[in-house]
């Protein structure tokens, strides 16, 4: 959830962000705009289309700790989207959603489970998972001083997945490795497989992802990212670089994205 400067990348006294997306052909995709407070929280999110009109806002509200208390979004054409509000500990409390004439309130406890569900403030029976899904994390340190998670996920009882990832000190994601069960863990023979890379800033400038098809071939898919930085540290320009089989397995860029930073005086 996005909602502080270092959430978008941001560190010093950002006002007020302007973010732009571009193709290599000049397409525009219009552009964001983000207000923060003097304690780098965001207060405003807006976005715009490709022709410069207002389409969604999204207001957030929080308390003198900092704490999300409610978050709304908001269409400029058809009004209200959702309304949440959050328990201090950042969970969902209490979630509105808004389909046309129609509005469903569901309410949550601190666990996440759900506790009541209207519909256009009639009752509704409260609906078990449909998948029955259950996940388990372990996590350990390794030699590197790394974070390691492995996480086993269920479906009705039975293993479906497990996952088996790698932060640095910053909580990046380092590596990620998917197996189909505990002996493909135990053979480490991953059917998927992620390395991440990271410049000096901490921002992502590759990722490499390996998936097993069902012939038995992998396929490469390879995202590059460049930055051009102002005097703040701040990425003022990302490029965006795909290459896999789509690409021919050439580099072609996708998106150029763009920020204009106001900072405070």
Not at 88 to 110: A, Q, S
Not at 204 to 214: C, E, G, N
Request: with cysteine.
């Amino acid at each position: 959830m996005k909602q502080t400067l270092a959430d978008t990348e941001l560190t010093g006294p950002v006002q007020q962000m302007k973010y732009a997306t571009t193709d290599p052909d000049g397409k525009y995709y219009g552009y964001e705009l983000s207000f923060f407070d003097e304690k780098g929280l965001l207060l405003k999110w807006e976005d715009y289309t490709a022709g410069h009109e207002l389409d969604k806002t999204l207001v957030y509200t929080f308390d003198d700790q900092g704490n999300l208390l409610e978050k709304a979004l908001t269409s400029a054409a058809k009004g209200p989207i959702y309304k949440n509000s959050y328990f201090e500990n950042g969970t969902l409390k209490e979630c509105t959603e808004y389909y046309g004439e129609d509005t469903f309130y569901t309410r949550y406890d601190e666990a996440g489970n759900v506790l009541e569900q209207l519909e256009n403030n009639n009752p509704l029976p409260v609906e078990e998972d449909p998948y029955n899904e259950q996940w388990e994390t372990n996590t350990s340190t390794d030699d590197d001083g790394c974070r390691i998670e492995i996480t086993r996920y269920y479906s009705f009882d039975a293993l479906m997945e497990i996952t088996k990832s790698k932060y640095n000190s910053r909580q990046q994601l380092l590596e990620e490795y998917k197996f189909q069960d505990a002996d493909s863990l135990a053979g480490n023979q991953a059917v998927e497989t992620i390395i991440c890379q990271y410049n000096e800033h901490g921002h992502l400038t590759a990722k490499i992802s390996d998936k097993v098809t069902a012939t038995g071939t992998v396929e490469r898919t390879v995202h590059r990212y460049e930055f051009t930085y102002d005097l703040h540290h701040n990425w003022i320009e990302k490029v965006e670089i795909m290459n896999n089989r789509i690409t021919d397995y050439k580099d072609k860029v996708r998106f150029i994205r763009r920020r204009e930073i106001l900072y405070a005086p």
